[in-house]
């Protein structure tokens, strides 16, 4: 049914079909081949993962920009972990995701408890662990881990199907059933919606945005295992600036910077586009620099058009 | 013609997409007369004015000013054609001075410098006129909302309005204040001002208007000369039917045996040593003026806010709860007063809305159990009887009667016992009240306990079985059915008892 209802909910999903006619033309196929899209499939995985936990805090109209740290820690701790303390990769990935989820329970604390706002408490976080992170790996790379630990991002399932982007399908069907099916999705719509109507419909908020924050820092942690394993080397600066991509994705799949809109499989549309975006630039040989500013430019009009529609809403 | 009318609005309609919000009004204000214009809600009154003022834009239809034809207005035009609205919220600057707020965007100057001392002999001057008593030089956060209402009419007054609109003007109003806005209403009629007022208080219409606009449903009703109108058939038209009573008749089901709530010196948010018992079967009503500490009773009540001392006895037992989770748990429901701000989720459905407080009750590991939560939210729509095409609708499109409901509906599936109402029906237009009277006549009947703050005196009498009244955070007098009298609740009111003078 091509009405304009279906068009409306679904535009993001053209503005990805565009994208790709586009540069599978401009790329004379190389975009379509099938070893490109293994290849962006691999790209996308880790901020496709970091995604979810930010979808959650932005559906609450909060926001996280830990995250980039939070992957860069990460990676430092857990090829420590491997390379200097010797601790088993299993072991020391599980420490990882532990010490991810902690940061995020301590921005819980600070954002619920204490009463910073999200922007400012996320910050001082970033810049914290960014901290931490120089002081464990004095900026020196920390390479030489198992070869075993490839299956987190190097590894393919029948040799052609990577792990990583197995692992980022089943993050969005954990997240899509969180949202849809358990009551704590109902709370997050709730709280984005009315944080004050939503306390008084018996919602105890405040143990929410822990969980919601604790699922932020899990996530994100997640995604810096895939990467560590991807680069197969840590470095301090791996996950700077990474908070505005996953931002960026989940603005742009549809969910409100206001709060209380959104869905996973928007999400979805707005990962795979900026991935190949990403992807298509690297491909014509876009300066780093440029892909900066058509990235900022996405993000400007991602929001933009949230903006303009709740304008019109409440007009 | 023309000549005779300051304002025409000919056949305005207002189409928002799969909404017509007016259909064809047509409205005439004649010079230096009083126009009421009333409507349910809805009815689409409020976008009329806008239309008047700009922030609308009509779909078609002619607006003349003083013969002057336009296809819409502007802000900007507006002013430049003499029409000012006077809003319920006010665009005060609460830091501000009197005398700057009346110059608001257009301060006298000297130089570069302001000139404070003109702008304050200025507005004493428009002050005077209106015969108000404000020093200009006070800070309007420390002026009664009475008098912030003035400043904004002496502002419409000084940049020259020969047409002022006010909305509903008398709802944040007490009423010595109300008696003050009358006045200035009277004196700009005399001089000539022309102005369209807005009430859903019909005794407020009667006694100051000239003429009587109906809307109902976005079309022109009619116009009555107000001597020759009754209330009666001004509800009628406005409904579109006739309402025989105001209030659903009820058989007293108090059960005086059973104490469902008990405040023993309750002290906390604001609140002074409140005692009252509440039994099953019975509606409570707590009465006062705005700001004697009702709602912050309910708040303590409710678990929103925490008491410093006392005791709240629910059901025989000593309880302190902590949060509204604990209260609900415990089987207290709070209905709020501002339904758009605490009580409804506008932006999801009525479904999720019906279930949000017993979401944990009825899911396992978390996972919500997607049949019952449709059986329930079907179960209350019917019961209630919640006026929407599909459960899947978001509230924020329902009217206010039917977001009432629905508040209602979450608070019957939590299955509580004791349902505090914040002012029930305000905002809520003639026919639906009535709806929601039946409603609490049917929580009592079926044994639950209604707590009721109201500050509509007929709604306070003609629902109650008992009345406590409040003023300035202190209990000041209590009245049983049978003693009920307005004169004496407004004493009891404004505080002036023997159990007051006591406790000072």
Redo the contacts between chains.
């Keep these: 049914m091509l009405n304009a209802n279906f068009l409306k909910q679904n535009a993001i999903w053209l503005v990805f079909l565009a994208e790709i006619i586009i540069f599978a033309i401009a790329s004379d196929g190389t975009f379509i081949s099938g070893r490109n899209i293994i290849n962006i499939s691999r790209q996308v995985s880790y901020y496709g993962i970091a995604a979810i936990g930010m979808t959650f805090v932005i559906l609450i109209a909060d926001i996280d920009l830990s995250i980039g740290s939070i992957i860069t820690l990460v990676n430092v701790v857990c090829a420590w972990l491997m390379v200097a303390a010797g601790v088993n990769m299993w072991v020391a990935v599980a420490i990882s995701l532990i010490m991810a989820t902690g940061i995020g329970l301590i921005n819980a604390v600070m954002v619920a408890a204490v009463g910073i706002p999200a922007l400012i408490a996320t910050f001082a976080s970033q810049t914290v662990f960014e901290g931490v992170a120089y002081l464990i790996s004095g900026g020196r790379p920390i390479a030489g881990f198992d070869s075993d630990f490839g299956i987190f991002g190097r590894w393919s399932a029948f040799d052609f199907l990577p792990i990583c982007a197995i692992l980022m399908i089943i993050c969005f069907a954990v997240g899509s059933f969180i949202l849809n099916?358990?009551?704590?999705g109902?709370?997050f719509?709730?709280i984005?919606?009315?944080e004050?109507?939503?306390?008084?419909?018996?919602?105890?908020v405040n143990r929410v945005k822990y969980l919601i924050y604790a699922f932020s820092g899990f996530f994100a942690g997640l995604a810096g295992i895939v990467l560590l394993s991807r680069a197969n080397s840590a470095q301090s600066t791996v996950g700077k600036g990474l908070e505005f991509d996953v931002i960026t994705c989940v603005v742009l799949g549809g969910v409100s910077v206001y709060g209380?809109?959104g869905s996973m499989s928007g999400v979805i549309a707005g990962v795979l586009i900026i991935g190949s975006l990403t992807n298509g630039m690297i491909l014509m040989d876009v300066s780093e620099y440029t892909q900066m500013v058509v990235k900022g430019l996405v993000l400007a009009v991602a929001v933009g058009i949230d903006c303009m529609s709740k304008k019109r809403r409440k007009? | 013609m023309s000549e005779n009318y300051v304002l025409e609005l000919e056949h305005i309609r207002k189409e928002?997409p799969g909404v017509v919000a007016l259909k064809d009004v047509t409205l005439r204000l004649r010079k230096g007369e009083v126009l009421g214009l009333i409507g349910e809600n809805g009815a689409g009154k409020s976008t009329l004015i806008k239309c008047c003022t700009g922030a609308?834009i009509p779909t078609s239809g002619k607006i003349r000013v003083n013969g002057k034809e336009f296809d819409r207005m502007s802000p900007q035009l507006a002013a430049e054609n003499g029409v000012a609205v006077i809003y319920q919220e006010f665009n005060n600057v609460g830091e501000l001075s009197a005398a700057e707020n009346l110059f608001l965007g257009r301060p006298i100057r000297k130089g570069m410098k302001i000139d404070r001392a003109a702008m304050e002999r200025e507005a004493q001057k428009a002050f005077d006129q209106l015969h108000i008593k404000i020093n200009p030089k006070e800070l309007v956060k420390n002026l009664t909302v009475g008098y912030q209402q003035m400043i904004e009419i002496a502002k419409a007054i000084q940049q020259n309005a020969q047409v002022l609109i006010m909305d509903e003007p008398s709802a944040p109003l007490t009423s010595n204040e109300v008696e003050n806005m009358f006045k200035v209403v009277e004196l700009l009629r005399k001089k000539g001002v022309s102005i369209i007022y807005i009430s859903h208080r019909l005794e407020e219409i009667f006694r100051l208007s000239d003429r009587i606009e109906v809307i109902r449903d976005g079309e022109y009703v009619t116009t009555l000369i107000t001597p020759e109108a009754t209330v009666d058939e001004l509800i009628k038209l406005m409904v579109g039917r006739e309402l025989t009573q105001k209030y659903p008749p009820r058989k007293s089901c108090v059960n005086k045996d059973k104490v469902v709530l008990e405040l023993k010196n309750v002290t906390g948010n604001g609140d002074k040593d409140i005692s009252l018992q509440l039994h099953a079967g019975e509606v409570l009503g707590l009465g006062g003026l705005v700001g004697a500490g009702r709602t912050e009773l309910a708040e303590i009540i409710?678990g929103?806010k925490p008491k410093e001392s006392g005791s709240i006895i629910f059901n025989g037992k000593e309880i302190n709860p902590q949060?509204?989770?604990e209260a609900?748990?415990l089987g207290i429901a709070?209905v709020?007063e501002d339904r758009k701000?605490?009580?409804?989720?506008?932006?999801?459905s009525i479904k999720?809305?019906i279930?949000?407080?017993i979401?944990?009750r009825i899911?396992k590991l978390?996972?919500?159990n997607?049949r019952k939560e449709k059986e329930i939210a079907e179960k209350y729509r019917e019961e209630i009887q919640i006026k929407c095409p599909t459960l899947n609708q978001l509230v924020k499109n329902l009217s206010g009667g039917n977001q009432q409901k629905v508040i209602l509906g979450?608070w019957l599936a939590?299955d509580c016992e004791l349902i505090i109402f914040d002012e029930p029906t305000r905002g809520i237009d003639v026919g639906a009240k009535y709806e929601i009277y039946k409603l609490i006549n049917e929580l009592v009947e079926s044994g639950r306990s209604v707590l009721m703050i109201s500050s509509e005196m007929e709604e306070l009498m003609g629902m109650s079985d008992r009345i406590i009244v409040l003023a300035e955070n202190r209990m000041t007098g209590e009245l049983q059915k049978e003693e009920f009298d307005s004169d004496k609740i407004m004493q009891y009111a404004s505080g002036i008892t023997d159990g007051a003078k006591e406790s000072l």
């Excluded at chain 1, 099916?181 to 704590?184: D, L, Q």
């Excluded at chain 2, 701000?341 to 999801?348: E, N, Q, S, T, V």
């Design positions: 099916k358990t009551y704590f109902r709370y719509y709730a984005g919606g009315n004050e109507a939503a306390e008084l419909s018996g919602i105890r209380g809109v007009r | 928002y609308e409710f929103a949060s509204p989770r609900i748990d709070l709020p701000r605490h009580g409804a989720l506008l932006g999801i999720n809305n279930n949000m407080p979401y944990e899911s978390s996972v919500i997607s979450k939590a």
